[in-house]
């Protein structure tokens, strides 16, 4: 009977053994998103007039979005979700944002400064960027493949997406899988849904 203890106690030992490790393994490994490419390096200035960088973000989850502060359609609505996010991680240092305009002629630091208090952007690592106009629509166009572009006929000048991306702490492009298997790749940031999707897979990445 002895034996028999010792072989059954030995046994659930093993099998607790082989269940922490694969969870630990789990842990390290972090949730089962699709990475993509990696964020190309920039340096714009931020609402305060200081310069940040990608560098500014290493170590950081954060989001990115491209708007403009005299956007009459889906800005407002964008920005009003990205403060959501913002407060759900507001105490976070390893979170941050990045809203770049795409219209860097008419949005001085000083616009952005106004814009930004206006949406109630307070959280520290939360920068309203600006540019040089070449390079942050080749940062769009090409880095994230967010489409951005001058257009007359568009409502305020100006036509952009109204996608999300989510950077991980090593500077990639992450995102969750959908139904089909399929990357989601980034976020409608005017879906509550999606909004409320970003937030929990932000806090998986942190």
């Not at 240092?93 to 002629?105: C, L, N, R, V, Y």
């Not at 109630?120 to 040089?132: E, Q, R, V």
């Not at 493949?145 to 000048?157: I, Q, V």
């Not at 952009?160 to 992450?174: E, K, T, V, W």
């Amino acid at each position: 009977m002895k034996n028999y203890s010792y072989i059954g106690i030995s046994f659930v030992i093993l099998v607790f053994g082989i269940w922490a490790v694969n969870e630990f393994s789990n842990r390290i490994k972090g949730p089962d998103f699709f990475t993509g490419d990696q964020v190309p390096a920039f340096s714009f200035t931020n609402q305060h007039g200081k310069t940040v960088t990608n560098e500014t973000y290493k170590g950081k989850v954060y989001v990115v979005e491209f708007f403009f502060t005299t956007c009459p359609s889906i800005c407002p609505i964008m920005n009003q979700n990205m403060k959501k996010i913002q407060d759900a991680f507001y105490g976070n240092p390893e979170f941050g944002i990045a809203s770049i305009t795409i219209d860097p002629k008419h949005d001085t630091p000083k616009v952005l400064k106004k814009y930004a208090e206006n949406y109630g952007a307070k959280h520290p690592n939360w920068h309203f960027l600006t540019g040089d106009k070449e390079v942050i629509y080749k940062l769009s166009n090409e880095g994230f493949k967010l489409y951005s572009a001058e257009e007359e006929n568009a409502p305020g000048g100006f036509e952009h997406s109204g996608l999300f991306a989510l950077i991980d702490q090593d500077g990639n492009i992450r995102s969750r899988y959908d139904e089909f298997g399929n990357p989601k790749i980034y976020y409608n940031g005017l879906e509550d849904d999606e909004i409320e999707m970003l937030k929990e897979d932000i806090k998986k990445l942190l």
